[in-house]
């Protein structure tokens, strides 16, 4: 029993200090960029709002123009990191934004020549708004438009991710860990899924100690692919939409939620 003990507490300490070595080596973190201030902020809205006047805004109304078309999505886009950043206004900037996203998505559909890579993009967007608004189905439905024209495994992987958070939310552990896997399996580095996964699997808790150490093992895998440049094939960003055209791009930067789902892996063994 001694000896048994001494083991695991050994295990315990080697683990601990390969997050701590991992994290002295790594001190960035994957932080929303900030970019606006909250005045820029309501500026740039006011501004695309007039320029869309000019196209009609009346509700029955979808002028085929791919300048309107790119000022509803971009109006969309900074309503939603105003509702992120500030929430001053409850949940009417968010059906502001999901308005705007579908006017955009309108017009895209009724031009003779419909833009794939604006559809990705917006569907993607629209998808996070709706799955923070609690319509997890609705939410499913615009990432699966979106993977239905993606190419690219970096934006698939992004897509699958934020649908299997959408399946989760419904209580759809199974169908999420399903995503949550062909996700990592499409972009070994996409650290950013990795905490929603481990929770899943932690929630669904049918996980055995040796697939927790192969979690474990993975992760630390992942970290180093990011630290090391891996998945950096200049081919595959070039097809990403997400990648060209996103904010964020968390999938590609290691933030603090990795070292958090090796730890919450810990607590499962």
């Known amino acids: ?8 507490r050994m295990y315990s300490i080697i683990f601990y200090l390969v997050v701590v070595l991992i994290l002295s080596t790594n001190s960035r973190l994957c932080l929303a960029e900030t970019g606006y201030t909250l005045t820029e902020l309501d500026d740039s809205i006011d501004a695309l709002r007039e320029k869309l006047r000019h196209h009609g805004s009346g509700d ?13 999505a971009n109006l969309g886009m900074l309503l939603q990191i105003k509702d992120v950043r500030w929430q001053k206004e409850g949940v009417e900037l968010k059906y502001q934004a999901l308005n705007a996203f579908n006017r955009a998505l309108q017009i895209n559909n009724a031009s003779k020549r419909p833009n794939s890579n604006f559809s990705i993009l917006v569907n993607y967007r629209r998808g996070l708004l709706l799955k923070m608004m609690g319509k997890g189905d609705e939410a499913i439905n615009s990432h699966d438009q979106a993977l239905s024209l993606s190419v690219s ?33 499409l ?27 192969q979690i474990i093992s993975d992760i630390i895998a992942a970290i180093k692919r990011v630290k090391e ?25 290691i933030g603090s939620d990795a ?6 892996v810990r607590k499962s063994l």
């Open 229 to 253: 440049g891996v998945n950096s094939d200049p081919n595959e960003f070039a097809n990403s939409v997400l990648m060209k055209y996103e904010i964020t791009g968390s999938g590609t930067e």
């Open 187 to 213: 972009w070994p580095g996409y650290v950013a899924a990795y905490l929603p996964y481990v929770k899943s699997l932690k929630e669904e808790n049918s996980s055995s100690r040796d697939e927790w150490l």
């Open 153 to 185: 495994k970096f934006d698939q992987a992004t897509l699958r991710h934020h649908k299997a958070e959408a399946l989760g939310m419904l209580g759809r552990l199974s169908e999420a860990i399903s995503n949550y896997k062909d996700a990592l399996s």
């Open 1 to 8: 029993m001694i000896i048994l003990l001494n083991l695991s």
């Open 60 to 72: 029955d109304e979808i002028a085929v123009d791919s300048s309107a078309m790119e000022n509803w």
């Open 259 to 264: 070292y958090w789902a090796l730890f919450e």
